[in-house]
């Protein structure tokens, strides 16, 4: 899209559109590039827009949008979206799975990886994923996506944004709050990230 709009976090609480074009230009890419490495891929738009929404509802429910540390916040929520749409892979059910009608524990890994990355877990929910992980293959091969999508996160690997996912991302930003008239001294506001 190519906004050069200063990114502020009044912006970003206040939904206003040249700010929320520009964080979906300046960290789209990261954020779909976590969802593809561990989403479904008819799901990875989807999980992408759930982040950015997941981060203005943050920003703007602090109680001063300065407070909040934007990229901690963006991969949270970046996190947290993936971990609700992540492919898990669980093994095809068995006559005896079927029968015992129990959850798969492996469902449960991306949340739970998510929790131990933000510091979460107690120290016997670590053991118990631990466990899981020693024991389980598929529950493994979960942990390594998480892994990928950690370093694509960071990597950044696809920093232009599809102009129909661009659209998604900001709409759903955008809906993620009330957006308020944007003011005309805003411009003069701190940017939120790195121009």
């Keep these: 899209m190519g906004t050069n709009a200063a990114v502020t976090p009044t912006g970003v609480r206040d939904g206003d559109p040249a700010a929320i074009a520009g964080l979906v230009d300046r960290r789209g890419g990261a954020v779909l590039a976590y969802c593809t490495a561990v989403c479904p891929p008819e ?3 989807r999980a992408a827009a759930e982040a950015f929404a997941r981060f203005r509802a ?20 970046t996190r947290q979206s993936a971990a ?5 892979a669980p093994p095809a059910p068995s006559v005896a ?43 493994r091969e979960v942990q390594v996506a998480f892994r990928r999508a950690e370093q694509a996160y960071r990597d950044d690997a696809t920093p232009d944004v599809p ?30 990230t790195p121009a």
């Design 43 to 45: 799901l990875v738009e």
């Design 58 to 77: 943050a920003v703007a429910a602090a109680s001063d949008p300065y407070d909040v540390d934007p990229e901690a916040a963006l991969l949270r929520a």
């Design 84 to 88: 609700w749409l992540a492919r898990t």
């Design 97 to 139: 799975r079927l029968l015992r009608r129990r959850e798969d524990p492996v469902q449960h890994v991306p949340t739970l990886l998510v929790a131990r990355a933000e510091g979460e877990l107690s120290a016997a929910d670590q053991h118990r994923l631990s466990s899981l992980l020693e024991r389980s293959a598929p529950a």
């Design 163 to 192: 102009p129909h996912a661009h659209a998604i991302l900001a709409a759903a930003m955008a809906a993620a709050a009330p957006c308020l008239p944007v003011e005309p001294d805003a411009a003069s506001d701190r940017p939120l």
